[in-house]
């Protein structure tokens, strides 16, 4: 699930590049299914990585995300779709996406394929599912919600 998620982010990317494509479409539906993961990771499937981890790889993967969540904030409030600004923070969304996909499939996903059972896969696989389903169903990639996401992760 987490593979056909960042197939899928990927997918919406290379939409929002398109300019026949209906880009603004696209970048919404990219924004909620970020969240959307990345918090059903976080809920699911982290806190059972940490077991088997020394807790800094799981820590580097979230931090990760953190700022993907900020260079999302920033491509969402850029007003004009095509301008120079949104090709600019779209380029940035796409690096950090690629570059967080990366580590996350090459060290966590590897080491859950290592050390959990199928079994202990599905179940952590079935839980990430609900909590996905459910914030998708609450729209969670909403600007004010990915708004409100920036401010609680900003230092105080």
């Given at each position: 699930?987490?593979?056909?998620d960042?197939?899928?982010?990927?997918?919406?990317?290379?939409?929002?590049?398109?300019?026949?494509?209906?880009?603004?479409?696209?970048?919404?539906?990219?924004?909620?299914?970020?969240?959307?993961?990345?918090?059903a990771?976080?809920?699911?499937?982290?806190?059972?990585?940490?077991?088997?981890?020394?807790?800094?790889?799981?820590?580097?993967?979230?931090?990760?995300?953190?700022?993907?969540?900020?260079?999302?904030?920033?491509?969402?409030?850029?007003?004009?779709?095509?301008?120079?600004?949104?090709?600019?923070?779209?380029?940035?969304?796409?690096?950090?996406?690629?570059?967080?996909?990366?580590?996350?499939?090459?060290?966590?996903?590897?080491?859950?394929?290592?050390?959990?059972?199928?079994?202990?896969?599905?179940?952590?696989?079935?839980?990430?599912?609900?909590?996905?389903?459910?914030?998708?169903?609450?729209?969670?990639?909403?600007?004010?919600s990915?708004?409100?996401?920036?401010?609680?992760a900003?230092?105080?």
């Amino acid at each position: 699930m987490i593979l056909r998620d960042h197939r899928t982010m990927e997918d919406l990317l290379r939409l929002m590049r398109n300019t026949e494509a209906d880009r603004e479409t696209a970048l919404h539906d990219f924004a909620h299914l970020m969240i959307a993961h990345g918090e059903a990771e976080r809920a699911s499937v982290h806190p059972v990585l940490v077991s088997f981890d020394d807790g800094d790889t799981v820590e580097h993967i979230e931090t990760a995300h953190q700022e993907a969540v900020k260079v999302l904030f920033a491509l969402l409030q850029v007003q004009e779709i095509g301008s120079a600004e949104w090709d600019w923070r779209l380029q940035q969304l796409a690096s950090v996406t690629a570059r967080h996909t990366d580590e996350e499939e090459r060290i966590l996903v590897n080491r859950a394929r290592e050390t959990l059972s199928r079994r202990c896969r599905e179940e952590l696989g079935a839980g990430f599912a609900r909590t996905e389903a459910d914030l998708l169903t609450a729209r969670c990639g909403s600007v004010a919600s990915v708004h409100r996401m920036v401010r609680a992760a900003a230092p105080a």
